[in-house]
């Protein structure tokens, strides 16, 4: 993960005119997977839009967006879901106690 914030760092401390030539990067982030890293796109088209100095910032929140929401959603739902199996009799119980 330090990489990811030091590359993030990076694409936005980056001088006029380098943005393009030292990154080369599309609105896409790489998800390792079993022997490979499979591309994921950050926006809809994002495979195809590169990182310019004009929407660095809008990679950069697209970009932790995916890692901290939408990278994780489907871990946070099944959570949630054992979680709301175990409390909800304790919370129906609770609500209809303070009646």
Known sequence: M???VEQVCSLLSAGPGSVEEVFCQTFTAGVPGIGEVRMEPLIPGGEDIFVTEANRREYV???VDFYL???VQRQFEVLLHGVLQYARPYVCLSSQLRL
Do not use: F, I, P, V
Request: aromatic letters at 22%; proline letters at 0%; charged letters at 20%.
């Open 69 to 71: 929401n939408r990278s």
């Open 61 to 63: 929140d697209a970009y």
């Open 2 to 4: 330090s990489y990811c």
